[in-house]
């Protein structure tokens, strides 16, 4: 695995491109290395009516609670009767096993083959109910209504947004085959958007969810395509002469920052999101600026430049001007992306001959190294900003990984067959 701050430049294949909306390969397994500090120790109770489903609640609810590595699991099994209302919760039961919370809920038949699931946080030692929501929902929503009621779960305890119901992107590579691929966030669901002989590289999710912005290499040079999620249809944004890469969303979803090589240089402009008007540059030197990245409040553009002879991170207002040098530990630093509430970034910082997922402070400038890997590269965060997903190279191929913000919680995902790269998380969506 090869980084570069001149994404745009690779080896250039055969061009063909199919449209493949089905799931066609295994989910990514989930492996969860170390916790959090004082986990909450959770009691999830299977829901009534559960038993014989083909997509059963409470595991996908234990599993998406386990992965943040925040909760402890409490056995719920054995327990007579089982509850599944508060008036049948037998607390000094739930307190002897450890259990700070506890999860109730069932699972009812309706017409036209959709369930009425409803469920209950409850506090074993208040002996109250935190959280009660019921759900409506098809067969086909029921592993969705998991992780919603996970996500419900998680910010009644942590105080966070949860961000288990959101979705990811990634690029695998099974041979001379490249696919752009969407899952949820448990890397569950796979789905191949696009598909070429050719390479794709830098995915990019639109504010809402619903686009996906990427570079083909299909027409012999990397071409930006904006590609929508809900219809399939995708056309190209940024084709000037020369190189076009590392797209970028402004928080509004209007306009995108890329990178073009048309003026000469690799710099950084502003293009609307359906590839209309005249792209505004926003960079002005002679070195290689890319990989930008726009603050939630659409403000200011982090990017990636050598203009002071190696790679470092730059921070400037997105309607240009004069940048701001931000990284000045090490002579690599490459791939910012914003934390969510602006208070930090990450990169990736080379240590010795190592790549590594870093966070950087804005106001005090303290860098903290999250990953020891040999190559990792991609960073993306959550968006409640707890965890970072990136790429990480192992054994000659790829895998996807994650680290809490804190890095006290790694996780890795492995797909079963492919070269997995270029992650990307996707926003919350209401």
Known sequence: MKLSIARHFRTLLLPVMLILPAPAWAALTVEIIGSGANQIPIAIVPFRAEDGMAQKITPVVAADLARSGLFRMVDAGGVVPV??????????????????ALVIGSIVPQAGGRYEIRFR??????????????????????RLTAHKIADAIYEKLTG??????????????????????VADADGFNPQTVVASNEPIISPAWSP???????????????????????????????????????PAWSPDGRRLAVVLTKDGGSQIYLIGADGSGTPQRLT???????????S??????????????????????????????????????????????????TFIQRNGGRFNVAVQDLATRQVQVLTDGAVDESPSFAPNGRMILYASGGKGRGILAGVSSDGRVKQRLVESSGDVREPAWGPLVK
Do not use: C
């Open 208 to 246: 809402d969810g619903t686009r996906l912005a990427y570079v083909s290499f299909e027409n012999r040079k990397p071409v930006v395509y904006v590609q929508s999620l809900v219809t399939g249809g995708r056309h190209a944004v940024a084709n000037f002469r020369g190189s076009n890469s590392a």
């Open 284 to 294: 002005q030197s002679s070195a290689i600026d890319t990989e930008p990245n726009f």
């Open 296 to 345: 939630r409040d659409g403000q200011l553009i982090l990017f990636t430049s050598d203009r002071g002879g190696s790679p470092q991170i730059y921070g400037m207002s997105a309607t240009g001007g004069d940048p701001r040098r931000l990284t000045f530990e090490g002579t690599y630093n490459v791939s910012p992306r914003f934390s969510p509430d602006g208070k930090s970034f």
């Open 83 to 100: 509850p599944y209302e508060p008036a049948d919760v037998n607390y000094p039961v739930w307190r002897a096993r450890g259990a700070e």
């Open 121 to 142: 946080l409850m506090d074993a030692a208040k002996q109250t109910q935190l959280v009660g929501i019921a759900y409506t929902v098809a067969e086909t929503q029921l």
């Open 160 to 181: 966070d947004a949860g961000v288990f119901a959101t979705r990811i992107t990634y690029v695998v590579k099974r041979g001379t085959r490249y696919e752009l691929q």
